[in-house]
């Protein structure tokens, strides 16, 4: 299930890019749906937990403007839009998983998928890029909530 689940990650990243690319190129027939569906269709036989990568693409597309909120503050000197596509995208999915995915994905993996995206798709140094953003997002929003939901003893 995990490789399956990397190569889900893959799909969606391709998917994702493909969607903001085309939206910024002011494409108007533009469709999530299509673009994913078309993708899944090649590896019709290699990933079983098509739901998995379907919830991951619609999630960070419902949540992309939030998530890009809460990515801000922790990468200061990098505006968001100014952020290669490629990079962007793999933060969001990092990201997406890390907040909205805890029970499913545990955030040791969610970090190490994006890193190991970031190798295969960004530059040479995008996966440390995003192993410093994931992993301060991490310690500023993942475990603070951690800790403030731990009842005291």
Request: hydrophobic letters at 40%.
């Amino acid at each position: 299930m995990a490789s399956n689940r990397h190569l889900g990650r893959i799909v969606a990243l391709q998917s994702l890019y493909e969607y903001e690319f085309r939206i910024q190129s002011n494409d108007t027939s533009t469709d999530i749906d299509e673009i994913l569906n078309r993708n899944l269709e090649r590896y019709e036989t290699a990933i079983d937990d098509k739901s998995f990568v379907n919830d991951l693409v619609h999630g960070v597309i419902a949540k992309q403007a939030e998530i890009d909120v809460q990515l801000q503050p922790i990468a200061p000197d990098w505006p968001i839009e100014q952020i290669a596509r490629i990079d962007r995208s793999i933060l969001r999915i990092g990201f997406y998983e890390l907040l909205y995915f805890p029970e499913l994905v545990p955030p040791k993996v969610a970090i190490n998928e994006a890193v190991e995206l970031a190798k295969a798709f960004g530059s040479d140094n995008s996966s440390k890029f995003v192993n410093g953003v994931l992993g301060t997002a991490y310690r500023t929003l993942v475990e603070g909530n951690l800790a403030d939901a731990k009842p005291e003893v």
